[in-house]
C-alpha cells in the first residue's frame, strides 16, 4: 500500500514523509502540504442496481476471515458441523482475480481473525459465540490440531493453503478481534493514509464479519462494493439473500468478479 515518492521539486530535495496520496515533502526550509492527489484511473463495470465508475488509484480489496479455522476440514467451523464446502466456494474466484487486481495497481487487505494467547481481548459475548457451554471454545485445543483455536500466528489463523499461495509479501494484513474489523485495529488508518476510499469486499461470512465491517465503512463514509461469488456463508441462504438486499439498497453496491475482471483488463489496457 506504500506509494512512490514524487519527483523533486525545484532544485532541492525533498523528502517525501507518510504515504501518498497522504504524504508531505519537506526538506531543511520548507514542507509541502498540499497533498496531491494521485492520477484517476476509472473503471466502468455492471452492479446489480446500477453502471459504476469507480477509481482503481482509490480503490483496494479487503478480503475477510478465508482462514484455516472457518474453511479447512480441521478447522473449528468444520468439526462444530458447519459446512465448510460452502465457505469454500470464494476460493476459485479469488485466486483468478487477485492477480488482476494486482496488475491493476489495486492493493489486497487480509482482514483476519485472531486472538491474544491469553484471550484477554475476548469479551464473554464473543466468547459465547463459539463456545455455548457444550462445545470447544476460542483457545482450545481441537481433535487432530496441536495449535490453539484462532490465536494469532496458529494454524487456525492462517490463511486457507489455496489464498496462502496466491498472496503476496505487498499485501497488508489486519488481525480483528470483533465482528468488525473497524473495532480495536488500525484498519481506518490503514485505508485513511493510503486513500483508500472505494473498498471492493470478500470473503467470509457474508452475512456476518463481512456485513459488519461493510456496515462500518458505510458509516465512516467509504465506497463499499461487494464481490457476490467472492463471498459466501455457512449460515442458511436466506442470510446471504439478506445481506445482499441489504448492501445493494443501503450501504453500496453488489457485482461480481466475472463483471470486475474485464473492467481490470479494460482499465489496465488503457493509455495513461
Not at 59 to 73: G, L, T
Not at 97 to 125: E, F, Q
Not at 161 to 180: F, G, I
Not at 226 to 248: E, G, I
Request: hydrophobic letters at 45%; one cysteine or more.
Amino acid at each position: 500500500m506504500d506509494g512512490a515518492a514524487k519527483p523533486e521539486m525545484g532544485t532541492t530535495a525533498r523528502t517525501l514523509v507518510g504515504i501518498r496520496p497522504n504524504a508531505w515533502e519537506v526538506d531543511g526550509k520548507t514542507a509541502d502540504i498540499s497533498r496531491p492527489q494521485l492520477p484517476p484511473r476509472l473503471c466502468t463495470l455492471p452492479t446489480e442496481t446500477k453502471r459504476l465508475t469507480l477509481d482503481l488509484a482509490k480503490s483496494i480489496a479487503i478480503v475477510v476471515d478465508m482462514q484455516n479455522e472457518f474453511i479447512h476440514a480441521d478447522g473449528h467451523s468444520a468439526q462444530m458441523g458447519a459446512d465448510v464446502s460452502r465457505a469454500r466456494e470464494p476460493i476459485a474466484p479469488l485466486v483468478r482475480l487477485l492477480p488482476a487486481l494486482r496488475a491493476a495497481d489495486v492493493p489486497i487487505l487480509w482482514l483476519c481473525t485472531g486472538y491474544r494467547p491469553d484471550l484477554r481481548d475476548v469479551s464473554a459475548c464473543l466468547a459465547h459465540v463459539y463456545s455455548s457451554g457444550t462445545r470447544s471454545g476460542l483457545g482450545d485445543v481441537l481433535p487432530r490440531r496441536t495449535d490453539r483455536t484462532l490465536i494469532k500466528g496458529s494454524w487456525g489463523a492462517a490463511l486457507v493453503d489455496e489464498l496462502a499461495a496466491v498472496a503476496s509479501p505487498d499485501d497488508a494484513r489486519v488481525d480483528k478481534v470483533q465482528m468488525s474489523g473497524f473495532w480495536g485495529t488500525e484498519l481506518e488508518a490503514l485505508l485513511r493514509n493510503a486513500g483508500r476510499t472505494t473498498l471492493l469486499f470478500a470473503g467470509i461470512n457474508a452475512d456476518q464479519c463481512v456485513l459488519t465491517t461493510l456496515q462500518d465503512a458505510s458509516f465512516l463514509g467509504f465506497d463499499c462494493v461487494l464481490l457476490r461469488d467472492c463471498t459466501a456463508t455457512t449460515s442458511p441462504d436466506f442470510c446471504m439473500r439478506a445481506a445482499v438486499y441489504n448492501v445493494s439498497e443501503l450501504f453500496g453496491f453488489v457485482t461480481s468478479s466475472d463483471a470486475l475482471l474485464p473492467a481490470l483488463d479494460a482499465a489496465v489496457a488503457r493509455p495513461a
